[in-house]
């Protein structure tokens, strides 16, 4: 067993840093890592489950190309990296690079790859994108692009109230130390927790405020809590004068709010709804965090500008543990990134379209629509909505790649499937940067060499450009030997070439990946591309950078090299939120009128969107202790609810002659499937849930086949998503719940 090295956990955005043994290439012993300057030690039970993915028994070792029967075969990698460029090049050639859509961008903690799939795609002339961030976070980033052009993070820890909309940190985490801080907030009598969610969940269970919505009503509850704070006249007057414009016009709307009847329509009592408002509007601090619960309901983008409303008008900005712009090291969005796919017109925000539009940019007979696609460490066809037709399209392809660490869903409707190192076979790091004012950045050595037969994501997309034959050999040799000489030498070197030859700036990681590259540590090629974003983090944040000990770009990048453990690259002072705004008058612009023709909305009696046919909400994709997304495909690291139970009310169990241990039939528009039922008081009459992470194929040891529990895309639709941003609503399909056995008989 090895010594006790540092590394992080893969299974949510927190990343938090943890300490590996590894003996006979298991992760034998996991716990904590105290030297992370972020996590401190902090961990939560999935961690401990790490091994699950690293020896993963489906893991691929050969690249694989589809035969004509539909089987697959094993190939080397001269011919699959040759085939598959060929392949691509001739799609440009004949249809346009345009017409290659990319997936992916890597998966929880796997982002360097992603780093280096730019110069292959721009290469070609592909330039359209899409990720799990489509199904998110989309709507909410063209909130804040309008508002103040970056996005916000709650400093929870020094909060005095702390909001969580449709979101539950207990399981989720999302913020460092969730579990530590959220006992903090529930044992300070000075201090308050507000949840908004249909559900009682762990969180709800410790807050001061549940208001517990009806589901999708979440808009008429925020638009009620931001007019308490107008009328009652809470808002922060001296802040809204100085620091925003654009007051005016939403004052106006918010004035003109019933709020008894937005408190009826959404479920909450009024006294509570206003007591809520007042705590938050007198507070000295609030921070306030939205997640998937409203991000893949109805109203969702209209929810994100609503919840704003609450430490916007407050002035709970700028401040200790209020809300905070911060720096990044990669921007996961990207900057001015709009404009409309080419077959539907549907949005591009943050130059990421939909992922639920792409089945229909795939099947039609459009001169427009892709014709081939990559996918990396990314599985659509069992994430996105309405899995048949997302399969449908990908069969349709005339070329589709996957890279993976194992066959996946989307990798057995693949023409080639390239095996990739995990996470913990080869350096990495993720894009998750997201606090203030102490930012941080982690990059992860390997803790073990790539299993025979797999290469790491960057040597991948560095042979498929070398089959290109994109970049004259020439042209890198200077930069080779500058870059032997050291970082200053390469600096100048760099700046020199790229300045000669513009066309290496479309190629820019490929670049720093075949000179810089080779002159890192042993096993760290990968981490060549940081060094541009850590000369950018410098110049962008030149003051918080050199306050987090840094002279340069360079000698931040060196500190991200020698740092096992992670390193602070920015500390900012409160004061320095106004200048990350980026509106020329660093004011926060809240007038949106789009989003005020929604508000105004509102008030007309709300679209019923259950029907005697599909009574019940489903909440497709709860997160739950034993779910971690896609990642770890054995189940076996369950220890309980190993089948995905569908949870519904004791109401709705007496009703629909459901029980507890028994099985139940789910039928949406889309589809049916049969889970377990688990009868829990968490839930509302006419809501019911099922968890993400499951219906996946596994083969097991001895070679038998196992799907437990419900893919819960094989229920949804990709029609009901939200009309700014196309985002899903995973979190309101109506449905039709019968027990098993009934429903068999009666079909």
Same mark, same amino acid.
């Given at each position: 067993?090895?010594?006790?090295?540092?590394t992080?956990?893969?299974?949510?955005?927190?990343n938090?840093?943890?300490?590996?043994?590894?003996?006979?290439r298991?992760?034998?012993?996991?716990?904590?890592?105290?030297?992370?300057?972020?996590?401190?030690?902090y961990?939560?039970?999935?961690?401990l489950?790490?091994?699950?993915?690293?020896?993963?028994?489906?893991?691929?070792?050969?690249?694989?190309?589809r035969?004509?029967?539909?089987?697959?075969?094993?190939?080397?990698?001269?011919t699959?990296?040759?085939?598959?460029?060929?392949?691509?090049?001739?799609?440009?050639?004949?249809?346009?690079?345009?017409?290659?859509l990319?997936?992916?961008?890597?998966?929880?903690?796997?982002?360097?790859?992603?780093?280096?799939?730019?110069?292959?795609?721009?290469?070609?002339?592909s330039?359209?994108?899409s990720?799990?961030?489509?199904?998110?976070?989309?709507?909410?980033?063209?909130?804040?692009?309008?508002?103040?052009?970056?996005?916000?993070?709650?400093?929870?820890?020094?909060?005095?109230?702390?909001?969580?909309?449709?979101?539950?940190?207990?399981?989720?985490?999302?913020?460092?130390r969730?579990?530590?801080?959220?006992?903090?907030?529930?044992?300070d009598?000075?201090?308050s927790m507000?949840?908004?969610?249909?559900v009682v969940?762990?969180?709800?269970k410790?807050?001061?405020?549940?208001?517990?919505?009806?589901?999708?009503?979440?808009?008429?509850?925020?638009?009620?809590?931001?007019?308490?704070?107008?009328?009652?006249?809470?808002?922060?007057?001296?802040?809204? &004068?100085?620091?925003?414009?654009?007051v @005016?016009?939403?004052?106006? !709307?918010l004035?003109? +709010?019933?709020?008894? $009847?937005? #408190? /009826?329509?959404?479920?909450?009592?009024?006294?509570?709804?206003?007591?809520?408002?007042?705590?938050?509007?007198?507070?000295?601090?609030?921070?306030?965090?939205?997640?998937l619960?409203?991000?893949?309901s109805?109203?969702?983008?209209?929810?994100?500008?609503?919840?704003?409303?609450?430490?916007?008008?407050?002035?709970?900005?700028?401040?200790?543990?209020?809300q905070?712009?911060?720096?990044?090291f990669?921007?996961?969005?990207?900057?001015?990134?709009?404009?409309r796919?080419?077959?539907?017109?549907?949005?591009?925000?943050?130059?990421?379209?939909?992922?639920?539009?792409?089945?229909?940019?795939?099947?039609?007979d459009?001169?427009?629509?892709?014709?081939?696609m990559?996918?990396?460490?990314?599985n659509?066809?069992h994430?996105?909505a309405?899995?048949? &037709?997302?399969?449908?399209?990908?069969? @349709?392809?005339?070329?589709? !790649?996957?890279i993976? +660490?194992?066959?996946? $869903?989307? #990798? /057995?409707?693949?023409?080639?499937?390239?095996p990739?190192?995990?996470?913990?076979?080869?350096?990495?790091?993720?894009?998750f940067?997201?606090?203030?004012?102490?930012n941080?950045?982690?990059?992860?050595h390997?803790l073990?060499e790539?299993?025979?037969?797999?290469?790491?994501?960057?040597?991948?997309?560095?042979?498929?450009v070398?089959?290109?034959?994109?970049v004259?050999?020439?042209?890198?040799?200077?930069?080779?030997?500058?870059?032997?000489?050291?970082?200053?030498?390469?600096?100048?070197?760099?700046?020199?070439a790229?300045?000669?030859?513009?066309?290496?700036?479309?190629?820019l990681?490929?670049?720093?990946?075949?000179?810089?590259?080779?002159?890192?540590?042993?096993?760290?090629?990968?981490?060549?591309?940081l060094?541009?974003?850590?000369?950018?983090a410098?110049?962008t944040?030149p003051? @918080?950078?050199?306050?987090?000990?840094?002279?340069?770009?360079?000698?931040l990048?060196? #500190?991200?090299?020698?740092?096992r453990?992670g390193?602070?690259?920015?500390?900012?002072?409160?004061?320095?939120d106004?200048a990350?705004?980026s509106?020329?008058?660093h004011?926060?612009a809240?007038e949106?009128?789009?989003?005020l023709?929604?508000?105004k909305?509102?008030?007309?009696p709300?679209?019923?969107?259950?029907?005697?046919?599909?009574?019940?909400?489903?909440s497709a994709?709860?997160?739950?202790?034993?779910?971690?997304?896609?990642?770890?495909r054995d189940?076996?690291?369950?220890?309980?609810?190993?089948?995905?139970?569908?949870?519904?009310?004791?109401?709705?169990?007496?009703?629909?002659?459901?029980t507890?241990?028994?099985?139940?039939?789910?039928?949406?528009?889309?589809?049916?499937a049969?889970a377990?039922?688990?009868?829990?008081?968490?839930m509302?009459?006419?809501?019911v849930?099922?968890?993400?992470?499951?219906?996946?194929?596994?083969?097991?040891?001895?070679?038998?086949?196992q799907?437990?529990?419900?893919?819960?895309?094989?229920?949804?639709?990709?029609?009901?998503r939200?009309?700014?941003?196309?985002?899903?609503?995973?979190?309101?399909?109506?449905?039709?719940?019968?027990p098993a056995?009934?429903?068999?008989?009666?079909?």
């Amino acid at each position: 067993m090895t010594d006790w090295q540092p590394t992080a956990c893969i299974l949510c955005e927190c990343n938090c840093g943890i300490v590996v043994q590894v003996a006979d290439r298991t992760l034998a012993r996991i716990r904590g890592d105290k030297d992370h300057p972020a996590s401190q030690g902090y961990t939560c039970n999935k961690a401990l489950r790490l091994d699950h993915y690293q020896n993963n028994r489906s893991r691929l070792t050969s690249p694989m190309r589809r035969t004509p029967d539909g089987t697959y075969e094993e190939v080397d990698w001269d011919t699959a990296i040759s085939e598959i460029a060929a392949g691509f090049q001739a799609v440009a050639d004949t249809h346009g690079g345009d017409k290659i859509l990319y997936y992916g961008g890597g998966g929880q903690g796997n982002h360097l790859g992603g780093a280096y799939s730019g110069a292959f795609l721009k290469a070609l002339g592909s330039h359209h994108r899409s990720n799990a961030l489509a199904q998110e976070k989309t709507g909410e980033h063209w909130v804040d692009a309008h508002l103040y052009g970056n996005h916000t993070r709650g400093e929870f820890e020094h909060a005095e109230v702390s909001v969580f909309i449709g979101k539950n940190p207990w399981m989720s985490q999302s913020f460092p130390r969730a579990r530590v801080v959220l006992h903090e907030i529930a044992n300070d009598p000075d201090r308050s927790m507000v949840v908004i969610d249909p559900v009682v969940t762990d969180t709800a269970k410790m807050a001061d405020f549940h208001l517990r919505v009806r589901p999708g009503a979440d808009a008429w509850c925020l638009a009620a809590l931001a007019a308490v704070l107008v009328q009652e006249e809470l808002c922060d007057e001296e802040f809204l &004068a100085e620091h925003v414009t654009g007051v @005016a016009a939403v004052r106006e !709307v918010l004035d003109e +709010v019933p709020v008894g $009847e937005y #408190a /009826r329509r959404c479920g909450v009592e009024e006294d509570l709804l206003r007591a809520a408002a007042r705590r938050i509007g007198t507070a000295g601090s609030v921070a306030v965090f939205e997640d998937l619960g409203v991000q893949q309901s109805p109203n969702s983008t209209l929810c994100s500008y609503l919840n704003k409303m609450l430490w916007i008008l407050t002035g709970n900005f700028a401040k200790r543990g209020g809300q905070h712009l911060h720096s990044s090291f990669a921007p996961l969005f990207r900057p001015g990134g709009v404009g409309r796919t080419p077959v539907t017109g549907a949005p591009i925000i943050g130059g990421l379209m939909p992922s639920n539009v792409v089945p229909e940019e795939i099947l039609t007979d459009h001169p427009d629509r892709f014709r081939a696609m990559i996918v990396e460490s990314s599985n659509p066809a069992h994430s996105v909505a309405d899995s048949h &037709a997302v399969s449908e399209a990908f069969t @349709a392809l005339e070329l589709l !790649v996957v890279i993976d +660490v194992a066959m996946t $869903e989307t #990798a /057995r409707l693949a023409h080639y499937v390239l095996p990739a190192a995990t996470q913990f076979e080869k350096v990495e790091a993720t894009f998750f940067n997201l606090e203030f004012p102490h930012n941080t950045f982690h990059l992860r050595h390997p803790l073990l060499e790539p299993l025979p037969g797999t290469l790491p994501e960057p040597e991948i997309w560095a042979r498929l450009v070398r089959a290109l034959e994109v970049v004259d050999e020439a042209e890198l040799v200077p930069l080779r030997d500058a870059a032997v000489r050291g970082r200053a030498d390469f600096t100048e070197a760099f700046l020199v070439a790229v300045g000669a030859n513009p066309g290496l700036g479309k190629v820019l990681p490929f670049v720093l990946y075949e000179t810089l590259g080779p002159t890192l540590p042993v096993g760290l090629s990968g981490a060549a591309a940081l060094w541009g974003l850590a000369q950018k983090a410098a110049m962008t944040y030149p003051e @918080a950078v050199r306050r987090a000990g840094h002279a340069d770009g360079n000698a931040l990048f060196d #500190a991200i090299l020698q740092s096992r453990s992670g390193v602070t690259f920015t500390v900012h002072e409160y004061g320095d939120d106004f200048a990350l705004i980026s509106h020329p008058d660093h004011k926060i612009a809240l007038e949106i009128p789009e989003m005020l023709a929604d508000m105004k909305g509102l008030a007309a009696p709300p679209r019923e969107l259950t029907s005697p046919e599909f009574p019940i909400v489903l909440s497709a994709g709860e997160r739950r202790a034993y779910t971690a997304n896609d990642i770890i495909r054995d189940p076996s690291w369950r220890k309980r609810d190993a089948d995905g139970a569908l949870r519904v009310s004791a109401q709705d169990a007496d009703a629909l002659g459901l029980t507890d241990g028994g099985r139940a039939r789910i039928t949406t528009a889309a589809g049916a499937a049969e889970a377990t039922v688990e009868i829990s008081e968490s839930m509302l009459p006419g809501h019911v849930s099922l968890p993400n992470g499951y219906g996946l194929d596994f083969v097991d040891g001895d070679g038998s086949g196992q799907v437990p529990g419900v893919a819960p895309n094989s229920l949804t639709s990709s029609g009901w998503r939200d009309a700014y941003a196309g985002t899903p609503w995973h979190k309101h399909v109506p449905a039709r719940i019968q027990p098993a056995v009934a429903s068999a008989a009666a079909d």
